[in-house]
Every structure is written in structure tokens, then in C-alpha cells.
């Protein structure tokens, strides 16, 4: 099928040149940015054939999409929004992947119904980082606030699920925020999920880390984290690193 035909009304399509991944995205409702493209690249590779992977919040499919080479075997894309879960499909579609791909229009919260408990080798999320409270500003577009804010899900809901989906000794990858990594910690070791390997992300070289980046495994052995060599995104003048140049377009 030709790509227009799959296209709706204010939708185009964006390349993920490094990795010859082609995504349908919507500028008013949903939009993949660079913690999709850091969280795959922090992905394992696993080319087993039987391997299989679920991506739990998953949008537009990107991140699944873009693991396609990385990992082997099949993805489960579960993704709440109508709208958002119908541009994955397309997705999926344009790139030829429908064989190894498919989508659930589902709540996590009902991800049993559909994916059994222990069968997932790779979990992956994406989830929304802001907690809900009085003083929250949400963003008026509802697609981005759930995307965003934790409104129709929640960390706890998060981990829950991923270390149900997991059999013993699987990964689970995560992209978060260092102002609630000790809930997170907590959480995740709450649910049988522990923390193996973190990279915090700076924006620029003596600027905070504004974003985590974090493996665990179901069962694992306690203790035993590491702390990876950090990424920072810019230069002092906002010009993309070397390496989140290739990350994006590839080696120039």
C-alpha cells in the first residue's frame, strides 16, 4: 500500500534515518521525541527467534518499531488511545513489519486479558511521568496530557504489569525522571523487578540530568546496579552530540 493512502488529515511521516524506520505522527494528538529513540538504543540486542517483547504505553509504536533490527521475534503494542493505537497499526503497516507486530487498543490495567502472565521475554515503557495532583498543569490537548500525565495510569500500575507480564530473569526498560527515581527504586523492587543498569541523560554539559534511563529484571539478584557513563544530549549552543547525531540520522 502506498504510503499516502495510509495518511490521514493532519498526520505525516518521519524517518528515523539510523534506523530506516518510517513513522506516521500527528503534530495535535502524538508525537515520538528523543526519549524514545535513548530508550531503544539502551534496549539489550537479542536476535532469538521465539523472543517476546511488549511495550506497555506504547503511542505511535515507535519504540517497538525502532528495536526491529535489535531485538528477533514478535512485539505486542498496547496503547489505550484509539486514535494513537490506529497510527501504530499504520505504522507497522508502511514498514512491512505486520508479521511480527500487533497492536492492542487496551487499558495495561486489562493487559491479561490479551497477553498471558509470565510470556513476555522484553517489557518495555514509555510511561507518563508527571504524577496528578491540585496543582498539576495539565496540557489542554487530551492526548498529550494522558501521554504525559499519569491520568489514566500510574507507576505502581506500571510496575505491576511489567513484572507480571515477565517471566522469571526477563528485562524490563524504562524511561523516567531523576526527581522520582527513589519511587521508583521502591516501586520496582516492590514488584519483584530489580534495578541493574541506569544512565542518566543531561540537556546540556553542567545541567542536571532531566531524564533516566533504566533496566531491570524480573527476580534478579539483589544489588549489583550499575551507573553507565551519562549522555548529554547538546553542546553549549544547542547543537546535537556526536552521538545523539548518529542515535537519530545515523553514521554521517
Not at 490495567?109 to 495539565?138: E, G, M, R
Amino acid at each position: 500500500m502506498e504510503s499516502s493512502t495510509l495518511l490521514r488529515d493532519d498526520e505525516r511521516i518521519d524517518q528515523l534515518y539510523s534506523q530506516d524506520v518510517q513513522i506516521i505522527q500527528s503534530p495535535s494528538c502524538f508525537a515520538f521525541s528523543l526519549d524514545a529513540v535513548l530508550l531503544a538504543d539502551f534496549v539489550r540486542p537479542n536476535h532469538r527467534h521465539k523472543l517476546k517483547t511488549v511495550d506497555l504505553c506504547a503511542g505511535n509504536g515507535a519504540i517497538g518499531l525502532f528495536l526491529h533490527h535489535k531485538l528477533g521475534g514478535t512485539f505486542a503494542e498496547v496503547e489505550l488511545q484509539p486514535r494513537i493505537a490506529d497510527m501504530a497499526r499504520r505504522s507497522i503497516e508502511l514498514n512491512k513489519l505486520a508479521d511480527r507486530y500487533r497492536v492492542f487498543n487496551m487499558d495495561i490495567k486489562d493487559v491479561f486479558n490479551q497477553i498471558p502472565k509470565d510470556s513476555a521475554d522484553v517489557v518495555l515503557c514509555n510511561p507518563p511521568y508527571f504524577p496528578v495532583t491540585a496543582k498539576s498543569k495539565k496540557n489542554p490537548n487530551r492526548y498529550l496530557a494522558i501521554a504525559r500525565h499519569e491520568i489514566t495510569t500510574n507507576f505502581q500500575m506500571v510496575a505491576k504489569q511489567m513484572s507480571g507480564l515477565l517471566k522469571m530473569n526477563g528485562h524490563g526498560y524504562l524511561v523516567h525522571r531523576p526527581d522520582r527515581l527513589v519511587e521508583i527504586l521502591t516501586t520496582l523492587t516492590k514488584w519483584r523487578l530489580i534495578p541493574k543498569r541506569i544512565r542518566f541523560i543531561h540537556p546540556k554539559p553542567d545541567r542536571d540530568a532531566n531524564m533516566l534511563l533504566l533496566e531491570v529484571i524480573k527476580d534478579g539478584k539483589p544489588g549489583g546496579m550499575k551507573v553507565v557513563p551519562p549522555l548529554i544530549v547538546n553542546d553549549e549552543d544547542g547543537t546535537y552530540r556526536p552521538e545523539v547525531k548518529a542515535l537519530l540520522y545515523g553514521q554521517q
